[in-house]
């Protein structure tokens, strides 16, 4: 099991993003009845923002908290963010990480790692499938600003209650539609909502 740095550091992230994101994980979690969190990308690693852990019993072998860090590859939320970089930026990072194995399922080879990571920037959903800890299920989906991608958000479940299949197939939009609404508090809005913009506003002059 990996090591989690736990001392919360208050200037390690946004206070603004633990903000924006507080309610819509916090609905995410009733939703879903999961843990739900928050984390943005520091180089290999993800540093939690915010985590909601779920109520069921014997959740979850790990019990990160704002300002922990745990490895980028093989985390749901780190895969996303990893997805998102661009192509010089993630081989480079790629590059700086040693593959360890921590669950049953983890990824140990750089070619496989850059497979998945490039299936989910083409599905923009990044899954854990005991990759972290053995038992442990998670999905992810990535947030964004104005200009780029800042954040990732996920479920996580243990694999003794529901199957990583269920996760992808029941909760996959219910995660996205939380991301959407983080990322829209964030200032991000879809090309079609940006293209729609002037066509509303204008031709009344």
């Known amino acids: 099991m990996p090591q989690v740095e736990q001392p919360p550091r208050a200037e390690s992230y946004p206070p603004s993003l633990r903000e924006h994101a507080r309610p819509h994980l916090e ?20 540093l939690y923002i915010d985590r909601l852990p779920s109520h069921r019993r014997g959740h979850s072998q790990i019990d990160p908290h704002p300002g922990a860090r745990l490895p ?6 780190g895969k996303a963010l990893l997805a998102c970089l661009p192509e010089p930026e993630r081989r480079a990072v790629i590059a700086e990480v040693a593959l360890k194995r921590y669950g049953p399922h983890t990824i140990t080879s750089k070619t496989a790692l850059r497979a998945e990571l490039r299936c989910t920037a083409q599905e923009g959903i990044a899954i854990n499938d005991q990759e972290l800890v053995p038992g442990l299920h998670a999905i992810a989906a990535p947030v964004r600003d104005q200009s780029e991608v800042v954040a990732a958000v996920c479920i996580s479940a243990p694999a003794s209650i529901i199957t990583l299949e ?6 996959t ?6 991301a959407d609404r983080i990322s829209a508090r964030l200032g ?6 940006r293209d729609r913009a002037p066509v509303e506003g204008g031709g009344r002059g």
């Open 27 to 46: 609905d995410l979690q009733r939703q879903s009845a999961y843990t739900t969190a928050i984390a943005i990308l520091d180089r290999t690693e993800i």
């Open 166 to 171: 269920e996760m992808v197939e029941h909760l």
């Open 188 to 193: 991000y809005r879809r090309a079609d909502e």
């Open 72 to 77: 980028a590859y093989c985390t749901a939320m």
């Open 173 to 178: 939009p219910r995660l996205r539609c939380t």
